[in-house]
């Protein structure tokens, strides 16, 4: 059953810096008031980016590792899913359970056309990464230490090591636009794909320095925790995951039907609060 309120157009907010740490300390909240449960979704990222990081070093494709570590941060938005459904349960006061947290009352559906849309966009970026070695390094396949010290030493290598991370880094960015507000939205609300990216990338517009100072922070954590052998990510997933969903609770709300149509009715704007 939709909730109420549920087809009003949502209400964007403006984000200040104070909403990014207020998002991060409720997000470690959440982390520890459910500590299991949100390890466990952390537990399969990492456990997913480790067996490929090990197949690829195990097939000799060491090409592959580095823009499969990088692009495997574009699935993060799907993967913590189950962590939106856990802080919307605390929020709500509800009992926490795997049969709770598994089953998605909203968006199952819609969530699917979003782990296509982030499957497709890491398989954009992965296509990409092999286009751009080609072009620079043509069939030869080079070996890590080979391919490091190209990198570090020709100018060739350089300037692949560069057009690879701004390809990497705007793919990125447009799939955090894409994403940032609509997952866990479609969690939240019995909406439709297409409104929830919409909503989303008008978030991200509105509020672009803010927003971009979060993607940052992402890929910074995401990129350590890649680095230490995807071990970071069993806590940091979660974590993240957990800020998103608060950020998305301060940053968009919603108009009961009543007063949408007190407004409109109106002509005036209205703000409005969070629907519970």
Not at 1 to 26: F, H, K, V, W, Y
Not at 97 to 106: D, E, F, G, V
Not at 246 to 273: I, N
Request: a negative charge.
């Amino acid at each position: 059953m939709p909730d109420e309120g549920s087809a009003a157009r949502p209400i964007i907010a403006t984000m200040t810096r104070e909403d990014l740490s207020d998002a991060l300390s409720a997000g470690w909240r959440d982390l520890k008031a459910a500590l299991p449960y949100s390890l466990f979704f952390g537990a399969i990222y990492a456990l997913g980016g480790a067996l490929l990081a090990a197949l690829l070093f195990a097939t000799n494709v060491h090409i592959a590792v580095y823009p499969l570590a990088t692009g495997f941060a574009l699935i993060a938005p799907f993967v913590a899913a189950g962590t939106y459904q856990i802080s919307r349960r605390l929020e709500r006061k509800e009992p926490l359970s795997w049969r709770a947290i598994l089953t998605l009352h909203n968006g199952s559906q819609e969530l699917g056309w979003m782990a296509l849309l982030t499957l497709f966009a890491l398989v954009i970026w992965l296509d990409i990464a092999l286009i751009l070695y080609l072009l620079f390094f043509g069939g030869h396949v080079l070996t890590l230490d080979e391919l490091m010290t190209a990198i570090a030493t020709t100018p060739a290598g350089a300037l692949f090591f560069v057009v690879g991370n701004l390809a990497g880094a705007c793919i990125a960015l447009t799939l955090f636009a894409l994403t940032a507000i609509s997952c866990p939205m479609l969690i939240d609300r019995d909406v439709d794909a297409i409104t929830a990216i919409i909503t989303s990338v008008e978030t991200v517009r509105k509020n672009a320095s803010q927003m971009l100072a979060w993607a940052i922070l992402i890929a910074f954590l995401l990129a350590v925790s890649i680095l230490c052998f995807f071990i970071g990510l069993v806590v940091v997933l979660p974590l993240l995951g957990h800020t998103t969903w608060h950020l998305y609770r301060k940053l968009v709300s919603f108009p009961l039907p009543g007063e949408q149509r007190a407004s409109a009715a109106c002509g005036e704007p209205a703000e409005f609060p969070h629907a519970a």
